[in-house]
């Protein structure tokens, strides 16, 4: 006969969340978004996006499109490793870089 498995409720609330559709997180997290403004920056909600967005960077965009000022934040958090989006700022400063000459003209 097998013994029962013991797993302690941080093992069960990770398994969950593995198996849970990443989806269903962020949807979760942007109807608590109202009232609970951390509800976005939880870390299996952070997860959930970074998935997302591994796998359509258009569904990522569809999903925070309504959130609020945070879009920023949520794209350094959830980009991934090695990944680098410049932001405007960034590439009209590497376009002036590369149109001037060391001397100076």
Do not use: D, Q
């Given at each position: 006969m097998n013994a029962p498995l013991k797993l302690t409720p941080a093992q069960v609330k990770q398994a969950a969340e593995?198996?849970?559709d990443?989806?269903?997180i962020v949807r979760d997290a942007l109807a608590r978004l109202p009232g609970d403004k951390?509800?976005?920056y939880e870390e299996s909600v952070i997860e959930a996006l970074r998935v997302i967005r591994r796998k359509s960077e258009a569904?990522?965009?569809?999903?925070?499109?309504?959130?609020?000022?945070q879009r920023t934040r949520l794209d350094k958090l959830t980009k991934g490793e090695g990944e680098q989006h410049d932001s405007p700022q960034d590439m009209v400063l590497a376009v002036a870089r590369q149109r001037v000459s060391p001397t100076g003209t």
């Open positions: 593995e198996a849970a990443p989806h269903a951390g509800a976005i569904e990522y965009a569809r999903l925070i499109a309504n959130v609020k000022g």
